[in-house]
């Protein structure tokens, strides 16, 4: 069995600041998705970036990057130029690979707070 | 874009009642989920379906049952509503071809509450 932790509960930064939010997993899969997910007050959970574990190269999307240790089994979100909108749960995911109709693994969420 | 709806998003029951929380998605997806989301829990998965008629137990199954007839719906169904059944429920899907293999979008979510 997979878990996922995030050590954060809660996080608050100024606007335009970065802001990086952590992330730890246990797998003894090799070949598997991390995924980050956002969820606003409006609770509709969306995507913001998704790695492959066979990738050596760190996912990005726009202001949102992650920094993927697959030794250490660690993936952080890094928050560029923050906003407003960017205030949200914020959850850490994971699949294995041909997991496709198994559900993911969720870490227990960091709320992020963008003060103005 | 992918599309999940959820019929209700908030919704008030009494305890015993029969529940039903429907779910669609118009991507002609192959797998649907259902989760449920507490605080200080994260989202933990009740039943997932991999295709028409097919379904799996999740982690916590234990007081609901699911249904799927049509490929773009899937159905969490609680039998005898309780109170520690108050939650906020998500559905989700995915397809295990083409881009965006495994990738898993959700529906708005349906605040259910027990009383």
């Known amino acids: 069995a997979q878990t996922v932790t995030q050590s954060q509960p809660e996080m608050s930064v100024q606007e335009a600041e970065t802001v990086t939010l952590s992330c730890t997993y246990d797998t003894s899969e090799n070949n598997y998705y991390l995924f980050w997910y956002k969820q606003p007050p409006s609770r509709q959970m969306i995507l913001v970036i998704r790695?492959?574990?066979?990738?050596?190269q760190n996912a990005t999307e726009n202001r949102f990057s992650v920094n993927f240790q697959k030794a250490a089994k660690s993936f952080s979100l890094k928050i560029s130029d923050s906003q407003l909108g960017d205030t949200a749960m914020y959850f850490c995911a994971f699949m294995k690979v041909g997991g496709g109709a198994d559900g993911l693994t969720f870490g227990k969420g960091t709320h992020l707070i963008i003060q103005p | 874009d992918v599309k999940v709806t959820q019929s209700s998003r908030y919704l008030v029951k009494r305890t015993g009642e029969k529940v039903f929380l429907e779910c669609v998605q118009d991507m002609d997806h192959e797998n649907m989920f259902w989760y449920r989301q507490d605080p200080g829990l994260g989202l933990r998965l009740i039943y997932f379906s991999y295709d028409v008629k097919m379904k799996e137990k999740g982690d916590i199954p234990e007081g609901y049952s699911v249904s799927r007839e049509k490929k773009e719906r899937f159905s969490l169904i609680l039998e005898s509503a309780s109170t520690n059944q108050t939650s906020m429920y998500l559905c989700?899907?995915?397809?295990?071809?083409?881009?965006?293999?495994?990738?898993?979008?959700f529906g708005p979510g349906t605040r259910l509450t027990v009383l």
């Open positions: 989700a899907s995915s397809t295990t071809g083409g881009a965006g293999t495994d990738t898993q979008y």
């Open positions: 790695q492959e574990a066979y990738k050596q």
